[in-house]
C-alpha cells in the first residue's frame, strides 16, 4: 500500500476556503511508514480517509501532531502482526495514558470556561486515539438500539437549531437497562415532532430519575414499576434533597411528556395520567434586566476592536434588537426595498418569520458583512457562517467565546462593578426599552420585535419607568399646580388633600 496519503487526494482544493488553504499549504500528508504493523497501517489508512468526510481540511491537517505521537506510541507498543482489535478499546488508552505519562505529555490540560472558571479536560491526543478506536468497532446494530445514536444516521428529519447544533443523544447516564430502551423508544416519537432541544431536556430529566430511582429505589428496574407514590417521593425530594438546578419547571414538563411518550410506546397505561397539574411548580420569574447607555459604551468600545465580521455581527445584532438565533440565522438575500424604504426579513427560529424596516446605515453594514462572506467563501446560506463548514450558520458557542474572552481579557465590568455576563439577549432588551422611550404604540414596539402580540411590551415599559417619570415631572408639576388652585374656596374636609402648597 502506499505510505502516505496527502491531504489534497482527499479534498478538492478549489472547494476547500481560502483561510483552510492557506492553512494546509501546498500538500502535507500522513506518513505510515513509522506504524510497525501492516494492519494497523490499514486501518489508520482508513479512518484518515473516514475522518476527512467528517471534518475540515483544516482540522484533519492540525490531526497530523496528534498522529506522529501515536506513531511513536505504537513503535514501543506493537508488533508487526498487531490489530487495534486484538485488545479492548479501553485497554488501548489506558496503555496510551502510561505511554504518555512517561513521556511527560500531559494527560488534562486547563480549558477557561465562559464565565470565568477552570476545567481539567482531557487532551486531544487520547479523543484522537478514542475516535480511531470507535472507527474500528464496527456495530451492526440499528442506530436506533445503540446507547449513542448518531441523529444524522436516524433518518428523521428533526427540528434542530442551526446555531447549536446537535449531532448525537447519548443514553449511558440511563443506570437501569430496561428503563434506557424504553426510554429510546419514547424519545424515537418525541424527536418526530419535539424540537431536539426539548429532546435533549427529557434524557437530562430521565438521567436525573434513573439515579433517584438506582439510589433510593434499586428495586424500580422498568417505567411500568414507576407509581403515583413514586412520583410523590421524587417530588419530595426535589424539594428537599435536590441542588443540581434551582427550578424543575422544565425538567418536570420534559419528563412528564417523556414517560407519556414511553406509556404510549410501551403500553404502559401507569404512566398515563401519572402527574398532576400541581406538581408542575410555575415558570420562574426572570430578572428583566438590560445595559445602561454607559455600560452598553464601554462593551461596544472593546468590541469594534474584535476581528471585523464580529464586530459587525454584534453592532448588527443591537441595531437589529433581534434574538440572537436570528442575528445568526440572516439569509444573504434578506433586504428589499419597499415603496423606499429598505425592509429586512428575519426568519425567527421560535415563532414565524417577519419584515421590518431598517435604516440606510444598518443596511449599509448588513451588505458589507454579506460581502465579506461572499468574498471568502462564495455564495453560502447565511451571512455569518461557520468557517469549519460554510454551510452551516456561526454557532452560538463561537460567538460567547469570543465576546466572554473579551470581557475576561480586558476586564470589562457593568455599572455595579461586576464582570459582564454574555448578555446577547440583554441587547435586546435594551432596544425594546428605548423604543418606549420614544412614546411608540404598543402595537408598532411588538412588530419591530417580531411579537405576534402586545403581552410582553408591558416588560419594555417597566424598565423605562425611571425615565417616564423624568421627562415628564415638569409636566406632572404643572398639572399640580393647576388641580391646587382650583381647590380654593372649597370647604374644609378637602384641605386634607393640602399640605404646603402641594399634592400628598
Not at 490540560?109 to 475516535?131: C, D, F, P, W
Amino acid at each position: 500500500m502506499n505510505e502516505r496519503i496527502y491531504l489534497w487526494e482527499l479534498f478538492d482544493k478549489e472547494q476547500t476556503p481560502e483561510a483552510q488553504r492557506k492553512m494546509v499549504g501546498k500538500n502535507p500528508y500522513y506518513d505510515l511508514s513509522p506504524i510497525p504493523s501492516p494492519k494497523v497501517r490499514e486501518e489508520m489508512a482508513a479512518f484518515i480517509r473516514w475522518r476527512s468526510t467528517q471534518v475540515c481540511a483544516a482540522r484533519v491537517y492540525s490531526d497530523r501532531q496528534y498522529y506522529k505521537k501515536l506513531c511513536r506510541f505504537f513503535q514501543e507498543s506493537i508488533r508487526p502482526q498487531t490489530s487495534l482489535l486484538d485488545k479492548p478499546a479501553d485497554v488501548w488508552i489506558r496503555q496510551f495514558k502510561g505511554w504518555m505519562f512517561k513521556e511527560q505529555i500531559p494527560i488534562y490540560e486547563a480549558q477557561n470556561t465562559v464565565n470565568g472558571s477552570v476545567l481539567m479536560i482531557k487532551v486531544r491526543e487520547i479523543s484522537y486515539l478514542e475516535h480511531l478506536l470507535k472507527f474500528l468497532t464496527v456495530d451492526d446494530r440499528k442506530e436506533e438500539e445503540k446507547d449513542v445514536w448518531e441523529l444524522d444516521k436516524l433518518g428523521i428529519d428533526f427540528r434542530n437549531n442551526p446555531i447549536k447544533r446537535v449531532r448525537r443523544l447519548v443514553f449511558t447516564g440511563i443506570l437501569q437497562d430496561d428503563i434506557r430502551q424504553e426510554a429510546k423508544k419514547g424519545i424515537h416519537l418525541n424527536l418526530q415532532s419535539e424540537a431536539i432541544a426539548c429532546v435533549q431536556k427529557e434524557l437530562t430529566a430521565i438521567r436525573r430519575l434513573s439515579r433517584y430511582l438506582d439510589e433510593r429505589h434499586p428495586d424500580i428496574k422498568s417505567c411500568k414499576d414507576i407509581d403515583r407514590m413514586t412520583i410523590e417521593e421524587y417530588l419530595t425530594y426535589l424539594k428537599t434533597e435536590a441542588t443540581e438546578t434551582k427550578h424543575f419547571h422544565a425538567d418536570l414538563n420534559r419528563l412528564r411528556c417523556l414517560l407519556e411518550s414511553i406509556g404510549q410506546m410501551c403500553d404502559y397505561p401507569n404512566l398515563i395520567g401519572l402527574f398532576l397539574t400541581r406538581d408542575i411548580p410555575p415558570t420562574p420569574k426572570a430578572a428583566f434586566k438590560t445595559y445602561s447607555d454607559a455600560e452598553l459604551k464601554r462593551l461596544n468600545r472593546e468590541i469594534v476592536k474584535l476581528d471585523e465580521q464580529t464586530a459587525r455581527l454584534m453592532i448588527i445584532h443591537q441595531m437589529l434588537g433581534t434574538r440572537i438565533s436570528d442575528t445568526l440565522t440572516l439569509a444573504p438575500d434578506c433586504l428589499s426595498e419597499q415603496n423606499g424604504e429598505i425592509i429586512i426579513r428575519i426568519r425567527q427560529m421560535k415563532t414565524k418569520p417577519y419584515e421590518k424596516p431598517i435604516s440606510t446605515e444598518l443596511a449599509s453594514l448588513i451588505q458589507k458583512a454579506i460581502a465579506y462572506t461572499q468574498e471568502r467563501y462564495g455564495d453560502t446560506p447565511y451571512i455569518f457562517v461557520n468557517e469549519k463548514d460554510t454551510t452551516q450558520a456561526m454557532t452560538y458557542a463561537t460567538v460567547q467565546y469570543r465576546i466572554t474572552n473579551l470581557i475576561h481579557k480586558k476586564d470589562l465590568r457593568d455599572d455595579n462593578g461586576n464582570l459582564f455576563g454574555f448578555g446577547t439577549h440583554i441587547y435586546r432588551h435594551y432596544y425594546g426599552v428605548k423604543l418606549t422611550e420614544m412614546h411608540l404604540d404598543d402595537w408598532t414596539i411588538a412588530k419591530l420585535l417580531g411579537h405576534s402580540s402586545v403581552r410582553n411590551v408591558k416588560y419594555y415599559r417597566r424598565m423605562s419607568n425611571q425615565l417616564l417619570a423624568d421627562e415628564t415631572r415638569k409636566a406632572r408639576r404643572m398639572l399640580s399646580e393647576v388641580i391646587l388652585n382650583n381647590l380654593d374656596g372649597w370647604e374644609d374636609e378637602y384641605e386634607q388633600i393640602r399640605k404646603d402648597g402641594s399634592l400628598q
